[in-house]
T-cell receptor, first 112, second 115 residues
């Protein structure tokens, strides 16, 4: 089954404790991206990747890091999480940059 | 800069009513793509449609239809004979056909269909 898998689905953690949200897709897609969804703000892009070893900032990259060492994986790293990063996060992938995106089920992060 | 405005934050309708979700966009690019995505209460995001700026023909898919009007920079979405399963948050999004500008989403419209 074609899918984008994110882990964990839920996480409560404390300020400053490094965390990684994993994202994996099994569709051999070149394009992957991360979004955060906040009430009243819709979806905003954090980082995206056109292909392996190619990543770029989206609209709200501050406080986040990503890497794309393999085509299927695109982890989101919060080196020193802060409460304003409490949000619902989505990973997505697509065949190309402007193609319809397949989204993961989301990861709800709470940073205390 | 790209901008997508979904002025309707929340809409409530009774089952079987028709409902239109508005989407107005701003872009300096002459060629671009427009999208609609659905987010049901379960939380996942589901792709509904992609249109390119060359094609202003309306599109119909079952009870769903989309009206793209370049003259008014709008890409409205109509659900005919709404059903409870249509209850969701709907997002409109835009990306230019050239360059590396990320997909820009509107803030979404929450549709509640009441039985």
């Amino acid at each position: 089954e074609a899918q984008v898998t994110q882990n964990p689905r839920y996480l409560i953690t404390v300020t400053g404790k490094k965390l990684t949200v994993t994202c994996s897709q099994n569709m051999n897609h070149e394009y992957m991206s991360w979004y955060r969804q906040d009430p009243g703000l819709g979806l905003r892009q954090i980082y995206y990747s056109m292909n392996v070893e190619v990543t770029d900032k989206g609209d709200v990259p501050e406080g986040y890091k990503v890497s794309r060492k393999e085509k299927r994986n695109f982890p989101l790293i919060l080196e020193s999480p802060s409460p304003n990063q409490t949000s619902l996060y989505f990973c997505a992938s697509s065949v190309g940059f402007r193609q319809p995106q397949h989204f993961g089920d989301g990861t709800r992060l709470s940073i205390l | 800069a790209q901008k997508v405005t979904q002025a309707q934050t929340e809409i409530s309708v009774v089952e079987k009513e028709d409902v239109t979700l508005d989407c107005v966009y701003e872009t300096r690019d002459t060629t671009y793509y427009l999208f609609w995505y659905k987010q049901p209460p379960s939380g996942e995001l589901v792709f509904l449609i992609r249109r390119n700026s060359f094609d202003e023909q309306n599109e119909i898919s079952g009870r769903y239809s989309w009206n793209f009007q370049k003259s008014t920079s709008s890409f409205n979405f109509t659900i005919t004979a709404s059903q409870v399963v249509d209850s969701a948050v709907y997002f409109c999004a835009l990306t230019p056909m050239s360059g590396n500008t990320p997909l820009v989403f509107g803030k979404g419209t929450r549709l509640s269909v009441i039985a």
